[in-house]
């Protein structure tokens, strides 16, 4: 068994390096308070169903008609790499929380790649919607290792997801 190590250990440091964008440093410690439960890698939801239905409606469509349940499910994918609570320590890649309208490489206390510290644009639906269907064309240089959704309605449904999840 002395192989099955140095395995375990390379399958734990490709895991972290999964989304690239990590800061190189040891992630701050947890937050003291309370985290949401987890729905198979995505936080169950903190909104009521008045708070999302009157998030999605000021994005307009596709969003307000979006399949947040879908959404929570795409985002198990980013999970890994994400946190989306206000207060929630960054992972191998930041905090999403309160993304729409931040300026790119904004998250503090987050060490970007130099793709997105120089990029010059701030996150909007939009913005996200081009980013998620391939961050690798989008921004070239950027260090995020997943490939993109290819399929319009999944990026509606976790652009609406993200919108509800990390706007309080």
């Known amino acids: 068994m002395p192989r099955l ?13 999964a989304c690239g964008e990590g800061s190189g440093e040891a992630p701050p410690a947890a937050p003291s308070q309370p985290q949401p439960q987890t729905h198979g890698g995505a936080p169950e939801s903190t909104a009521t169903p008045e708070e999302a239905q009157a998030i999605l409606a000021s994005l307009g469509e596709p969003y307000a008609s979006a399949n947040l349940e879908n959404g929570r499910r ?3 994918r980013c999970a890994s790499c994400h946190t989306l609570g206000s207060g929630d320590r960054h992972l191998v890649g ?3 929380h309160g993304m729409f309208g931040r300026e790119v490489g904004g998250a503090e206390g987050f060490r970007f790649s130099r793709a997105l510290e120089e990029a010059d644009f701030v996150w909007t ?10 961050p690798r064309t989008y921004l070239p ?11 319009e309605s999944d990026r509606n449904d976790l652009i609406a997801f993200l919108a509800v999840e990390t706007a309080r």
């Open 5 to 17: 190590t140095p395995i375990l250990a390379s399958a734990a440091i490709f895991t972290l390096m």
């Open 74 to 76: 795409l985002f198990r």
């Open 94 to 96: 930041p905090n999403l």
């Open 125 to 134: 639906k939009a913005e996200l919607d081009s980013w998620l269907a391939n």
């Open 141 to 151: 240089g950027n260090r995020m290792s997943f490939a993109g959704l290819r399929t």
